[in-house]
C-alpha cells in the first residue's frame, strides 16, 4: 500500500505541474478507431508514449466545469479518465502510463486487489477506450497532453539476497541487458540478442564474452532475422534496422510500418516483417527495396512461418493468412478459431497455429484446408515446435503436450513447470522448455521423460535457441543461459 501512495503522490505532483504549463500541444488527432480483439502486448520496462489526461476540473465533476464520466472510465490509479486503458492478468484496467509505471517500481501484484499476477502483459481495452473517446468527444471534455518520464526498472528478484548471492554471477549466466530479452538469434559462433533496452547485443559463444552492442533503435528490440550476410532487427518504433555481419556495422534503415515490428522471416531471398499495424512488408534482403505491403489483417501480426513456398501470418484477428512468396498474393484466409493467434510452427507439409482459445489448429500446406483440431490445453497456447515425430505445444496451464506428428493424438503431457511455457526449442535428442516459473527443463525425445533442470535466471524465460550443441535461453530479467 506503501508503494501505491507514492505512486498516486507522484500523479497528483505530475497533474499540479501540467496545469501551470500554459504551452500544451495539441491533441494527436485520431484516425478510425482500431478494431476490437483480444491483443497481448508484452509489458515494456521502457518511457512510454505521450498520454492524454483528463483536466483535474473535468475530473471532478465540478457542475459549473464539466460532466462526470462513468466510474469505469477512470484509472484506479490516478482517479484520470484514461487515455490507454489496458488490463492485467486480474481483469481490472488501468491506465497505460499508470500501471506501467506501478510495474517499473518491482510491484508483482494488481493495485486493487493486492493479487499477485501471473503473468505482467497488458492487454489494450480497445472497447473501453473507444467508449471514452466518444464520451469526451459527446461532452466536450478537453485532453491535455502530458509527458511521463517512467522511473527505473527494478529487478524484485535481487532486493531479498545476500551480498555473497549477488556477488559473483554464474558462468552460463550472461550479464549486460538491461530489460527483458526478446529475441535470440545464433548466426556462426554469434548469438544475437535483442531487448527491450533497445540494444543488440553480439556474444562470441565460444568465450561467452560481449563482443559489440548494437546502438540505433529508438525503442526496444522485439526481433531478428538473418539473410546472408545481413542482421534484421525489428523494432518498436516502427522500424527495421540492417546490420553488417561482418562489421556489426548499420547498413540502412527499413521504415513504413506504423506500428511495432513484432515478426521477422526471411525466404527465398525475401524478408517478411509482420506489425502492430496489421500489415506484412517485403523487401528484397539484397536491394533492400520494399516490394509490396501486404494488407487484409485487421488485428496485429504477431507471428511468421514459411513452408511450402508460403508464408503464414497469425494475428490478434484470431485469423491466420497464406500468401504465395513469389507472386505476394493473399491466397486465403484460415479462419476458426475464437481467439487470437499467437504462435504457428510448420512442418514441410503441415501448419499448425496456437491459439489463445486453447486449441491448435494443423493445416495443410498445400491445399490449405483444416486436417484437425488439437484440443487438451486449458488454457492458451503461447508457443508450439516441431520435431521430425512429434509437435509440442505450450501452454498458460503450465504444460506442454506432445502429438504424434502423423497421427494428430496426443501422446503425452509433459507436467513440471510451475506457471506457463512461454518458450520451446527442439534439440538432436531433446526438447527444451522455458516457463515463467525461471526455470528451463530437459525432456528426453526417446522416453519423454524430463531429465534436467535448470535454474539461474531471476525471471521468466521468455525465448530459447538450440545450436551446436548449446541452449541460450533468454530472459525477463535481462540475462542469457547458455546450457
Not at 130 to 149: D, G, T, Y
Not at 211 to 238: I, M, T
Not at 282 to 310: I, Y
Not at 366 to 377: A, S
Amino acid at each position: 500500500m506503501k508503494a501505491l501512495k507514492n505512486l498516486l503522490n507522484r500523479s497528483s505532483s505530475d497533474n499540479q505541474h501540467q496545469h501551470r504549463s500554459h504551452n500544451v500541444p495539441d491533441s494527436p488527432a485520431y484516425a478510425t478507431p482500431p478494431p476490437v480483439f483480444e491483443e497481448k502486448r508484452e509489458v515494456q520496462a521502457e518511457a512510454p508514449e505521450p498520454v492524454l489526461t483528463v483536466s483535474d476540473a473535468s475530473r471532478r465533476g465540478d457542475s459549473q466545469k464539466g460532466p462526470v464520466a462513468p466510474s469505469s472510465f477512470y484509472c484506479p490509479i490516478s482517479m484520470e479518465l484514461m487515455n490507454d486503458p489496458v488490463m492485467v492478468a486480474t481483469g481490472h484496467t488501468y491506465d497505460r502510463v499508470c500501471i506501467e509505471r506501478w510495474l517499473q517500481q518491482g510491484n508483482r501484484t494488481c493495485p486493487v486487489t493486492g493479487m499477485r499476477l501471473r503473468h505482467l502483459e497488458l492487454t489494450p481495452n480497445f472497447a473501453l477506450r473507444n467508449a471514452i473517446q466518444e464520451w469526451a468527444s459527446s461532452n466536450k471534455v478537453p485532453m491535455l497532453h502530458r509527458e511521463v518520464k517512467p522511473h527505473a526498472a527494478i529487478n524484485t528478484a535481487t532486493l531479498y539476497k545476500t551480498d555473497e548471492e549477488t556477488s559473483v554471477a554464474p558462468t552460463n549466466i550472461l550479464q549486460g541487458h538491461d530489460e527483458i530479452v526478446w529475441s535470440v538469434e545464433v548466426e556462426g559462433n554469434r548469438l544475437f540478442s535483442a531487448s527491450a533496452d533497445k540494444t543488440i547485443r553480439v556474444w562470441d559463444i565460444s568465450s561467452r564474452r560481449c563482443e559489440q552492442v548494437l546502438e540505433d533503435h529508438a525503442r526496444p528490440v522485439l526481433s531478428l532475422a538473418v539473410a546472408g550476410n545481413k542482421l534484421f532487427s525489428g523494432s518498436y518504433d516502427y522500424t527495421i534496422k540492417v546490420w553488417n555481419l561482418q562489421t556489426l556495422q548499420r547498413i540502412t534503415t527499413l521504415t513504413g510500418h506504423t506500428d511495432a515490428v513484432r515478426a521477422l522471416a526471411v525466404t527465398e531471398g525475401r524478408l517478411f516483417s509482420g506489425s502492430y499495424d496489421s500489415t506484412l512488408k517485403v523487401w528484397d534482403s539484397e536491394t533492400l527495396q520494399c516490394l509490396k505491403t501486404l494488407a487484409g489483417h485487421s488485428g496485429p501480426v504477431r507471428t511468421l512461418v514459411c513452408s511450402g513456398g508460403h508464408m503464414f501470418s497469425g494475428s490478434y484477428d484470431k485469423t491466420v493468412q497464406v500468401w504465395d512468396v513469389q507472386s505476394l498474393e493473399c491466397l486465403a484466409t484460415l479462419q476458426g478459431h475464437s481467439g487470437a493467434v499467437r504462435a504457428l510452427a510448420a512442418s514441410p507439409t503441415r501448419v499448425f497455429s496456437g491459439s489463445d482459445d486453447a486449441t491448435i489448429k494443423v493445416w495443410d500446406s498445400d491445399n490449405l484446408q483444416c486436417l484437425k483440431t488439437l484440443e487438451g490445453h486449458e488454457d492458451n497456447v503461447r508457443v508450439l515446435a516441431v520435431g521430425d515425430k512429434y509437435v509440442f505445444s505450450g501452454s498458460w496451464d503450465k504444460t506442454i503436450r506432445v502429438w504424434d506428428i502423423v497421427t494428430l493424438e496426443c501422446v503425452k503431457v509433459l507436467e513440471g513447470h510451475g506457471e506457463a511455457v512461454l518458450a520451446l526449442a527442439v534439440g538432436d535428442t531433446f526438447l527444451v522448455s522455458g516457463s515463467y516459473d525461471t526455470t528451463v527443463r530437459f525432456w528426453d525425445l526417446e522416453s519423454l521423460r524430463c531429465v534436467k533442470k535448470c535454474e539461474g535466471h531471476d525471471d521468466a524465460v521468455r525465448v530459447l535457441a538450440v545450436a551446436q550443441g548449446k541452449v541460450f535461453s533468454g530472459s525477463y530479467d535481462g540475462t542469457i543461459g547458455v546450457w
